[in-house]
């Protein structure tokens, strides 16, 4: 703890920026390693999740995603459950360059309601390309929307929003109570953010199989700026993790899911992610360079369009290659920001290692 | 304490963007957050006040800011009370682009003497639109006009320079006695800025209902340049605060408020000035972005007109919306500029928090 | 050790530019300093190696480079081992400005094979003007290559990646032996990057005669933000000159030189490399400002053009002078980038040194 | 110490910008401080120097600074003493734009050797002005120029150069013996730079009055990109004033002045100079931006033009007012670049000291 002044102390805390990843005395052969990622009942061939933002996950991008080998999940209260049409909105916001007539536009679009028959319309045409279906909520909607996702039928239901606890206070709308919805739902449930080891302890005792570790932070949110509140990623991964471990001795063995979300910008960024304790990676920013993403070279998250205290802003990417490329490459340019699958391989056999999980042992720097 | 070398040690010290608040395990709706605000008589909706600068504050913006639920200043020795119409006289120094004429300008407007009948006059006018009346001085110009403004009639009487002491030493002018001043004064004073904990305890001592900490340090501010001095606003609250709580032991029981005056230009940075110990937080270049803002799209403090010695810079703030839109909302940027109030709400339901005071435990971190 | 968050730990490290070379109490004259380097059976004129890159060594600036003093390094699967004349290829891709595009025509240009045949003529042509010759390739192609660069007769062989480790694991490929390899080879071995002390130890005991210090980590390579690997070069020669130390104990007096490879962008950064106990330093930036390099004003390494995830960028630099005056001066530009050799040279007698070894013990700061 | 890696570790150190000077309890009236300087038989009114740089110090210039109360030090190995007009070389030289030209030019203008005649006439054109008398030379150049400034008559002589060492050895030029130098010359003399507590001291016991801290890094040195060598200023001083005090004590009573030299270019820069230890410093920067300047706009120092290894640039410099105007104001920018004097003497009354040796106690931060 560091002294701040005479009646406070501070953790000190680190970036994903502020770290890197050692080389050991061992290289490998990239046919050597094996990304495979398994949860619940389902094994993935690498472990990155498409974030459920609307610039990146549609129905379509979903299936692409999901043949390509990985878990797209798609945000059930966004543009594609509140229009039967919402392609052309968002080519139409995609026109707009002005950032707060962007503002503005996205909180009319959003006021618009959520609608039951969108869900399950969407959520089937996802389950009909035979790929694994997942969705998201934020916590104030589930109450309302969760027998429809139930009876849509999911592989994982996922609550997210910046900043998830396990014990929400509120008078006026009654609150989610985390541990019995997640107990009477016959679905794993990924749930977050948090960012500390005792709120993350505190969601993985409500059953869920896994939790988002983050805190409202990627290139798209200004939590920081607009509420003071951060918790880095490095940090926030590595006091997790160890979370997780606590917890798994006091469950006798039940294995909660880390996967970190949120400033995960670089294939680099993925590395580190993992070396710092993460099962998993849910990525946004990456995917919207896809010539497939629905966002039409705009990339904004939930937080962009709160109707009174927008918390989030609409960032421009320009498109590198498909989806396909954005994974498997091949890559043509150095900055991590294409194949994002091979390059977490190589990283893995340049420091000689050949399954994810083993990977968390990497050694890392914090350059001072 | 860090070795500069052989001969110097030095305190580390921090400021806003070193820091970041913590979530903690729990979170709250924001309709359960109660921001009021109570010093001495009066409570606040919002602890927010409004810093006595001629580019934010004039009777007519202390009203509106007053009317919004907060304390709004006025600078008892800027142009108001120098001159009967100093309204065109700020639409042509907006018209000046060049920061060296900009100054001469202000330079020769400022040398205008102040005038006892406007001091009266614009208090007055703030007092008859009902809400509460406040008005700043320098420790130099105290004596001259504290029965004028005690006349006038004020709720707090304001007393600010970059860094007063309850101490000044001068054998030419007669050195304003604090402690007489505020003992003799029958209204409560804010004084300061004060940024260390015995320059504050020293501030408490004289009576003050509460010290204003910052170094002349705020967006306009060049002390750092000028002078070298500067104490980061996270430590010298944090140190401050502790100053508050051993004078409320050595006083037996009384409460002298603390008031964040500087860098505080995103909403975030009002949520970590209480995380770190304010009661209450003083701004200024969000104000600045308000469509009423007298500075016509230029802000500036008084450090900024020095006759031989200016030490503060006159900046440019684009207009975002009304003083109303700015403190309430709704927000149409993630900047953290709009919905102070709002975001200040947010901040403590995000981090579980009901009440100002008790969010002043919330916990920080530092980001090496 | 720093806790980065409650299950990880990380070492802090510093690169060059966070270290500084100070001054002692004696300064000496520049004709006083010795700055000749022994290594095997050869002396040079100084510490530098031109490092095997295409934009930098042909077999005519190689040729120059040795006549200068130093030992400059073909590589030996580059552009002038794949084509009887890529001398029109390079100054195609240096009309292409558009980044991908490069990319993309490297990535073409370098698919072409190496040709057994081309290794032979070019390694002739360098030992024809009566120079050191030297060679490298990278770890998977000195199997193929060997008897090849055997037969044409070189005074170095240089093994180079961006990491090589003395346990390459894989099934595919028959890996590299790297300890049989070098000790059935009869000519002296550089090998490298390594970046640890573990990692540089085991590849001293695989007998090479020097080993590079470096991840992929110089002016051109994005290892960083593709892997998240990296180790800046002051930690990482602070830790490779005590297995140095180690190695030379243990094994009963086999010195291995240890050769900075990465960073070196300015001759201030050579002076440090040694300071920080490296025996000699391997330059590329420097060397492609020089008129004669073959990458007409563009810089890139073996990592610009993988086939699937380029991990290195082509870097824009302007012409300085030439060769010479790049080595020797006279320098017309106070950065650091001409007069690698006087600045050297200089930077020993600022501080009273006069030999390259003694000068491994002069003091660095910290700049925090 | 930091461990840099296993074989190195290395001293923190501190420049200007990273401490901050902090208020006291205390604030005092800028009528009741004393800014005057006394060092040997002479007392000026403010602790300010002005730096032999072409650039800035020209006869007539020396002149005026003298009038105004400071010590103005001519550089008697310059352009002054090597024509006999130099006024219309400096014009042109200020206009080449291009870098690498003017270096060149420089390169040439000074390789016209200096004159003896001329270093008498310039100071006894100084000398018949009325006021104190200084004149500078490298060390290389003060054994043969001796006798000509001894017979011309100076107040202070001054050996400068980047690094200046009590014990400089070399084979081929008889090395200057600052001991013998300075204790058979009857003229006090101020010599550097030097950086370190050892070098200092040395320097002390060859008789010095004063000691120049510095190791070329002001703001037209490049000596760190050259060489690797820095030392930040801070740190410097905060060590130096330490040996100021050992050599106190062991000398039996000689006051040894610890002068700054570099990285002063802010008025904020000097009083931290002060802040931590030195009785006085010496300027080239601000004076730059004089009306009076002889560099015409432009600024540079000794290392910008040796003849193969410059290591200084020539930085573009706005005029802001007269010499008279950025020593004693008025000012009309707050950027610390006018009114030294008057800032100085601010910085001391807003912390409550009167004199410059009490204020060396001042209390620093440092801004992590």
């Not at 953790?11 to 005395?25: H, N, S």
């Not at 379509?60 to 543009?79: D, Q, S, W």
């Not at 469950?251 to 590395?271: E, K, M, N, Q, T």
Request: charged share 20%.
């Amino acid at each position: 703890m560091i002294e701040i002044g005479r009646s406070k102390r501070a953790l000190p805390v680190f970036g994903f920026d502020d770290i890197a990843i050692v080389p050991t005395r061992r290289t490998r052969g990239v046919e050597e390693v094996n990304l495979s990622w398994k949860i619940d009942a389902l094994t993935f061939d690498f472990p990155i999740i498409a974030a459920p933002m609307d610039s990146v996950m549609s129905p379509l991008t979903a299936i692409v995603f999901g043949k390509l080998g990985g878990l797209g999940v798609l945000n059930l209260e966004g543009l594609w459950t509140r229009y039967a049409d919402p392609e052309p909105l968002l080519a139409a916001l995609a026109d707009i360059d002005d950032p707060v007539a962007a503002t503005k536009e996205m909180q009319r679009l959003y006021a618009e309601p959520v609608k039951a028959e969108l869900i399950i319309g969407r959520l089937a045409e996802i389950r009909a390309a035979n790929v694994p279906v997942a969705g998201s909520l934020s916590p104030k909607n589930c109450v309302e929307f969760r027998d429809v996702v139930e009876k849509a039928g999911v592989d994982f239901f996922v609550i997210r929003g910046a900043t998830v606890s396990a014990e929400h206070v509120s008078k006026v709308a009654e609150p989610l109570n985390l541990k019995d919805f997640i107990y009477n739902l016959d679905i794993p449930v990924l749930v977050g953010g948090c960012a500390t080891y005792q709120s993350a302890l505190h969601l993985m005792r409500t059953g869920a199989a896994g939790v988002l570790v983050g805190f409202g932070g990627g290139s798209t949110a200004r939590t920081r700026d607009v509420l003071g509140i951060e918790v880095p990623m490095a940090s926030a991964l590595a006091d997790v993790a160890e979370a997780r471990r606590d917890y798994l001795d006091e469950s006798g063995g039940r294995y909660v899911h880390v996967i970190a979300d949120g400033s995960l910008g670089h294939s680099g960024d993925i590395a580190k992610a993992i070396a710092l304790g993460a099962d998993a990676v849910m990525v946004g920013s990456p995917l919207a360079r896809a010539a497939e993403a629905p966002g039409h070279g705009y990339h904004w998250g939930a937080e962009a369009w709160h109707p009174t205290l927008p918390r989030g802003e609409r960032v421009r990417f320009e498109a590198l290659g498909s989806l396909k490329e954005i994974l498997h490459g091949p890559s043509v340019t150095p900055d991590g920001t294409m194949n994002l699958v091979g390059a977490l391989r190589q990283a893995l056999a340049s420091t000689g290692y050949s399954e994810v999980k083993e990977f968390q042992r990497v050694g890392v720097v914090v350059h001072q």
